[in-house]
């Protein structure tokens, strides 16, 4: 069981990362009490500086270590109006107060003043407390007024900054023109599309592809933890993993430069109907992790043939014999795969004289484990598409043999992987959290 630790008014002021750990310490003080202390985490922790946010921090009843789960600058706002105590940490103010010398700093007028009243470099640094050639050194100095920073000053700042929060969380998918009105009407103060786009900029908010999640995922969010334990304590080496992927002949690039005032082209070809499914089985090894794979090709429209939208049943039937066939001992395997109609074909394959999927993969000694419904990020085998994806849409193949020797070039690279970190990453995927919509 875990302790929970609620600061409802903390600054984040430094981290650092531990060399012999994969972790990052960060250093906070409670402004509210005045007391420094520190907390480590296994990933970056978003925070604006010298903005004070809602900290929430867990530790275990056999670690005297404190663990990061949230930090946000927008609860605070709202939640915690409550005068602040201490802008500072408490150990500057208690440190113990030693007899210092006390200086009278004169200005280089001010020396000459005195001098032109007859007054001896003596009597001068009798009064300072200083020596002699130290008020020499203040005669020669000129006043240097203090630069100016360049630029105007930001519209958005102070408290108003913890707006940016909901921008990067519940607006994430807004245009930063209707953020800028947005933050107008909050600050009352007329803000531009360009002002946003500094303030993203400044503060770590950048444009990314979004990854999408299945709404129906949140059903299913007390299903996952005891799957994922449950693979974890099989023996690794004999967990394996597969799915299915699609690929066009039609790629090309999404953006382009060109002078100002020009059109960006580019030749695409025109939409293809002929459709490739990949199939991949990987198992959880450092190397020489993909056990097999197979590209498919599923016709063109233009022929009189009926085109298949996917892979069936017997193509996957074929598969796992050709999986069991390269599988190099007779131990029992786990096989990861998702809820697909062809992972549970019986009718299709009767007709054909074959078995059911379910008798196949006990006559091949697998043992099948379906994922939790609408959760992807479970299967290992979705990190490899991805890979191969992005070397399929820079390479750009216009037929099947130019498509077919990209991603043999691919699965060599795959080879090279350390397989392992692809499935603890999938096992130890933190599903609440990516659920978590603050607004």
């Not at 008014?9 to 750990?21: H, M, P, R, T, Y």
């Not at 001896?120 to 020596?131: A, D, G, L, Y």
């Not at 993993?241 to 699609?246: I, L, M, V, W």
């Not at 002949?249 to 025109?270: D, F, H, I, Q, S």
Request: aromatic letters at 12%; hydrophobic letters at 30%; charged letters at 30%.
């Amino acid at each position: 069981m875990q302790e929970q630790q609620y600061i409802q008014s903390a600054k984040i002021i430094g981290v650092e990362k531990l060399s012999d750990q994969k972790v990052l310490k960060y250093t906070y003080f409670d402004t509210q009490t005045g007391l420094k202390d520190h907390f480590y985490s296994h990933q970056k922790v978003n925070y604006i500086p010298n903005l004070p946010g809602y900290l929430w921090l867990t530790k275990d009843d056999n670690q005297q270590d404190k663990l990061f789960f949230l930090f946000n600058h927008r609860f605070h706002k709202d939640r915690y109006k409550e005068p602040i105590k201490f802008e500072e940490p408490l150990e500057k103010e208690i440190k113990e107060i030693k007899k210092k010398k006390v200086i009278t700093k004169l200005t280089p007028w001010q020396i000459r003043k005195l001098r032109d009243k007859e007054f001896s470099w003596q009597e001068i640094r009798e009064f300072c407390n200083v020596s002699e050639w130290t008020i020499r050194r203040w005669n020669k100095e000129e006043v240097v007024k203090e630069k100016k920073k360049t630029g105007r000053p930001s519209k958005v700042s102070g408290s108003n900054l913890a707006y940016l929060e909901t921008c990067a969380g519940a607006y994430k998918t807004f245009t930063q023109k209707w953020i800028a009105r947005w933050l107008s009407s909050k600050i009352g103060t007329k803000i531009s599309q360009p002002a946003v786009s500094r303030l993203y900029k400044k503060y770590g908010i950048a444009e990314k592809v979004i990854s999408y999640y299945f709404s129906e995922q949140e059903a299913f969010l007390g299903d996952i933890k005891p799957f994922t334990d449950y693979v974890k304590s099989l023996p690794s080496s004999q967990v394996i993993a597969t799915d299915e992927c699609a690929f066009h002949l039609n790629e090309a690039p999404r953006r382009g430069y060109n002078w100002k005032g020009v059109r960006a082209t580019y030749n695409r070809p025109g939409k293809h109907e002929t459709r490739y499914t990949l199939m991949l089985c990987v198992r959880n090894v450092e190397k020489q992790a993909v056990i097999s794979y197979k590209l498919i090709e599923h016709g063109n429209k233009k022929e009189k043939k009926k085109v298949k939208r996917g892979t069936g049943a017997i193509e996957f039937h074929d598969f796992v014999l050709d999986i069991k066939s390269k599988i190099p001992t007779d131990e029992k395997y786990y096989l990861l795969l998702d809820n697909a109609k062809i992972h549970h074909a019986v009718e299709v394959l009767q007709k054909e004289n074959r078995l059911p999927i379910a008798d196949l993969f006990t006559a091949v000694n697998i043992d099948p484990l379906y994922l939790v419904p609408y959760t992807p990020q479970l299967n290992p085998v979705e990190l490899c598409f991805c890979f191969l994806r992005d070397l399929v849409e820079r390479n750009q193949p216009r037929d099947f043999e130019q498509l077919k020797y990209i991603i043999e070039q691919g699965i060599k690279e795959l080879q090279k992987k350390d397989m392992t970190k692809y499935f603890r990453h999938c096992m130890d995927y933190d599903f609440e959290k990516t659920s978590m919509n603050y607004e």
